[in-house]
């Protein structure tokens, strides 16, 4: 193998990791496989171990870190739940327009539906303020970072989140304007140069949102937060973790109640069935996000009860 090839290898583990067994890694790779490329196998578990390194760096898993560390690791992967829930939820509020139109008249058939869906958006409400919450709260602590001259590390993640967001506003206008003079047929995939326009939005608006994400995650790994700040915000996010699974159930619940009462919503063009496409991958992503966020949550409750008993960080 040549250098570049263990290079590119071995940028798979954390840089304390690479400073310490870097040399090593390398006697190895070259003792092991020489000039010959290494099977896939092998490729895949130094892969695999460089990601397990970096999760116990980060705190993700084991007690190699301070519980501090820890619980902000937690935090930080509700987060990326968080806007993981928000990418599918705003796929399924498209997705969901007049489903009651679809039901039987009688209100026995559209009350519960109604139900989960009224509950899908005030427990998104409610954890779209949390997560609000808990940006003022972590928001003096990065105001300090940046006078002590922490921009430069943070530059870079906001100017293409500002870039990403001033391409989505601008896309906005068009696509507001199109939609006015269209019909209800013809916004939901019955003209295809609305279709295509939307979905391009659409895109860019996940992207906005993640990147917007990155910045988030890249300044709470390297501003300083005192023990309290970090509490509240550890407390914040098991409450975020809490919304996330309860609009997950609602969700399945509106799924099961539609896809028996009016299976044809589902399945389009008049046409009966369970599910459809769109709907499997949203409900997908909903559920990995509701597992990342309860593994956050675990991650940030199991730290707190003993951590907050030592005097400082």
């Known amino acids: 193998m040549s250098e570049a090839e263990i290079g590119r290898l071995l940028r798979w583990y954390p840089a304390d990791w690479r400073d310490r067994y870097g040399e090593e890694f390398v006697l190895y790779m070259q003792d092991s496989f020489g000039s010959a490329k290494p099977p896939v196998a092998a490729r895949l578990s130094i892969v695999v171990g460089g990601i397990r390194q970096r999760a116990r760096g980060s705190g993700l898993t084991g007690d190699k870190v301070p519980p501090h560390d820890r619980v902000r690791a937690g935090i930080l992967v509700v987060l990326v739940s968080w806007t993981a829930m928000v990418v599918a939820g705003s796929s399924f509020a498209k ?29 998104a409400a409610v954890a779209a303020l949390l997560v609000a919450v808990a940006g003022a709260v972590a928001l003096p602590a990065l105001v300090r970072y940046l006078r002590a001259g922490g921009w430069p590390t943070l530059r870079g993640h906001v100017l293409r989140a500002a870039f990403c967001t001033l391409i989505t506003v601008a896309m906005s206008v068009p696509l507001l304007v199109d939609a006015h003079h269209l019909t209800t047929v013809q916004r939901n995939g019955g003209s295809i ?10 895109g860019f608006v996940a992207l906005t949102l993640i990147s917007w994400t990155v910045v988030a995650v890249a300044a709470a790994r390297n501003v300083t937060f005192s023990r309290d700040v970090l509490m509240a915000e550890g407390c914040l996010a098991i409450a975020v ?35 459809n496409g769109r709907l499997v991958a949203t409900f997908t992503l909903m559920a990995l996000a509701a597992m990342a966020a309860t593994v956050g949550a675990v991650r940030i409750a199991r730290c707190l009860p003993s951590w907050r008993h030592t005097p400082t960080l």
């Open 241 to 275: 973790s809490l919304a996330i699974v309860a609009i997950l159930a609602a969700t399945s619940c509106w799924w099961a109640v539609v896809a028996a009462r009016a299976p044809t919503f589902l399945g389009g063009r008049n046409q009966a069935s369970l599910a």
């Open 95 to 123: 997705m969901s327009e007049q489903f009651d139109t679809a039901l039987p008249a009688s209100r026995g058939a559209r009350q519960l539906p109604d139900l989960a869906y009224v509950l899908i958006q005030s427990v």
């Open 193 to 202: 140069g609305y279709t295509m326009l939307f979905l391009t939005w659409a």
